[in-house]
């Protein structure tokens, strides 16, 4: 369907779907709220997103949730040492019945691609995912091809397992769009998971609540949310502070701005609003930019994380409308 034959879709129309995805997906992942809506947000946004966490905590199971709920194709790369980057794209194989070489198309040729334990591969396994999440086609010998849309990178990362693992480059980890991170549940929504998978896994009867060419419809709604122009200078600013302060010895790119600019959009239609506040961009800063900061090596010995630096620069970056100035520069 073209851009200009969908029909338009309200805001009340995109928060009502927003949470009855949230509530489809909480029937298999517990507890997880703020993970599942930033999940959505990344979605919603036609973002990538990388969830760095322990191993048994859902991470797979939120992606298929997801997918399930919006009616796309779903494939899982279980990334290791040996995987080849034909393995994730696809391959040209030569027909000799036909005397012509035929694309057979990889687990990367879906709408929603899991790509499990993504620091496992080596980096050059790793760059095949990088045309794909940037302009949404990939390149085989010589020729281009489109992925279907909506398309969307989930990967995963293992926190404390560095052996035989490669660190993820930054120009990939700067095409994720969000960091999420899901925590072991508390005690009593360990006790209710166990009670729902008792018997059966709710997984496998998950109702798909919207299709693929209504969340792209969606999609393109959430660009019409108003951002003002005080918004976009306070994005920019948090944004430029990470570069300058003396914790940092990369800080985000442009990209993060966007990333943190569409975010925040997402976020105020999910609260059924038309336009972005300072809270929503607030929300949303360690979520966009943390995994985008190389915090210099001096400060890392010293506990200083990307978590510490964005909520330094949150309290001292003035919010539109009132005081204050930035102190954490060089």
Do not use: W
Not at 148 to 160: C, D, H, L, S, Y
Not at 191 to 206: A, F, T
Not at 232 to 246: G, N, P, W
């Amino acid at each position: 369907m073209k851009l200009e034959d969908r029909p338009v879709v309200s805001i009340a129309e995109i928060s009502d779907a927003a949470e009855r995805i949230t509530s489809n997906v909480e029937k298999v992942i517990v507890g997880k709220r703020d993970s599942v809506r930033l999940m959505l947000i990344a979605v919603l946004c036609h973002g990538h997103a990388l969830i760095e966490d322990v191993p048994g905590v859902g991470k797979t199971v939120l992606a298929k949730a997801i997918a399930r709920s919006i009616g796309c194709t779903f494939r899982r790369i279980q990334f290791t040492p040996d995987l080849l980057p034909s393995d994730v794209t696809g391959v040209s194989i030569y027909n000799q019945r036909s005397g012509e070489f035929e694309f057979r198309p990889g687990p990367i040729m879906s709408q929603f691609v899991l790509a499990d334990e993504v620091n496992r591969a080596t980096p050059k396994t790793q760059s095949a995912l990088l045309e794909a999440m940037e302009e949404a086609q990939i390149t085989i010998d010589g020729l281009t091809h489109t992925l279907q849309q909506p398309f969307i990178v989930m990967a995963t990362q293992n926190p404390i397992e560095y052996e035989g693992t490669f660190p993820l480059p930054e120009a990939q980890l700067d095409r994720f769009m969000l960091n999420i991170s899901m925590g072991y549940p508390s005690s009593a929504d360990e006790v209710e998971i166990l009670g729902r998978q008792q018997h059966v896994r709710p997984i496998d009867s998950l109702a798909q609540i919207i299709s693929a060419d209504e969340l792209l419809n969606i999609q393109e709604q959430i660009r019409e949310i108003t951002v003002a122009e005080e918004i976009k200078e306070y994005i920019v600013s948090l944004v430029s502070a990470t570069r300058q302060h003396q914790h940092v010895y990369l800080g985000a790119s442009p990209r993060g701005s966007l990333a943190l600019f569409h975010a925040a959009q997402a976020l105020a239609a999910l609260h059924g609003r038309t336009y972005v506040q300072p809270d929503d961009v607030k929300l949303l800063v360690k979520a966009t930019l943390s995994h985008r900061l190389i915090i210099t090596p001096a400060a890392r010995v010293r506990g200083i994380t990307a978590e510490t630096v964005l909520d330094e620069v949150v309290t001292h970056v003035p919010v539109p409308g009132g005081a204050g100035s930035y102190v954490g520069k060089r």
